[in-house]
């Protein structure tokens, strides 16, 4: 029933807007039209709209903008408002309809006025703890130690065995082009990229590879290195130093951080301070969170 309801209320409201643009497109040019009175002094309680004495304001209509479904997010705002006031208009005089709140609406209204007010608390704790210094202090905290890293660009043939490994260093050592002995004898993936592998840096690479990576110059051939994947000739084509990233690339990483901090320290102290009873002795079937026939009178 739940929801179905939502179903039909997001029809009403396609309906809603589909009807406002009608109307808007259909009108005849030649019309007596009436200029409308602009509000500058509107405000969230200014009234918009009296349906058999209950008033929708300004302000609901803001908040049901707010909630709308993303494909009606963009059109014109003059169809906005006349589609969510004629919603708004039509759910008032459904609701008006039924005598008396079901017990379903009664606990999707006690969780909506829960989950708001949570929110709100959220809002005001996530602007006390988000500020341009917390973010500073938590970015600085995190690489205030940290040394830059040395990354590697570098190439390899592997083959084999040593002894292939030690000829292709002959025919280099006499001139030969490395990406071409690559391309021509290497046994691993990066052969056809002419043995290159990219940038890679600390912990990536197996260990023997990386040890001897780490004591050649730029532009230097390897001594034939062993690993569990066969025998390697190694070029380092380049290093750089791998720099702490930027504040602005972690901002939003960091604000969540410090977001999530605040909720659960604030949730923790509340926790502490509150009398939670959980009744003991109950063997309530998880199952049972799937029946809404229980919502029934």
Not at 264 to 270: C, G, H, I, P, T
């Amino acid at each position: 029933m739940i929801r179905i309801s939502s179903l039909l209320a997001g029809t009403a409201l396609a309906l809603s807007f589909a009807s406002a643009s009608f109307a808007q497109d259909a009108a005849p040019e030649t019309a007596e039209t009436v200029e409308p009175v602009e509000l500058t002094d509107a405000t969230a309680d200014t009234v918009v709209a009296t349906v058999n004495g209950t008033d929708i304001t300004l302000g609901h209509m803001i908040i049901t903008r707010a909630q709308l479904p993303g494909q009606y997010q963009q059109l014109p705002p003059d169809v906005l408002f006349e589609g969510i006031l004629d919603q708004l208009v039509q759910q008032t005089l459904l609701a008006e309809t039924l005598e008396e709140d079901p017990r379903r609406v009664e606990l999707a209204m006690e969780n909506e006025v829960r989950s708001l007010r949570a929110g709100e608390v959220i809002t005001g704790l996530t602007e006390t703890a988000i500020t341009d210094e917390t973010v500073q202090d938590a970015y600085d905290a995190r690489f205030a130690e940290t040394e830059p890293v040395t990354e590697y660009n570098a190439s390899h043939i592997l083959v084999e065995t040593e002894e292939e490994a030690t000829d292709l260093i002959a025919r280099l050592t006499d001139g030969a082009d490395f990406a071409e002995l690559a391309m021509e004898a290497s046994t691993g993936p990066s052969g056809p990229n002419g043995g290159e592998l990219g940038w890679f840096g600390p912990g990536m690479m197996v260990a023997p590879f990386e040890e001897a990576v780490v004591e050649m110059e730029v532009d230097q051939i390897s001594e034939p290195v062993q690993t569990q994947f066969g025998w390697h000739v190694i070029k380092l084509n380049e290093t750089r130093l791998q720099e702490a990233p930027p504040l602005e690339q972690l901002r939003p990483e960091i604000e969540g951080e410090l977001q999530q901090q605040a909720i659960e320290d604030r949730v923790a102290e509340l926790t502490e301070g509150a009398e939670i009873v959980r009744p003991e002795g109950q063997n309530i079937d998880p199952a049972l969170l799937s029946d809404l026939t229980l919502l029934n009178p």
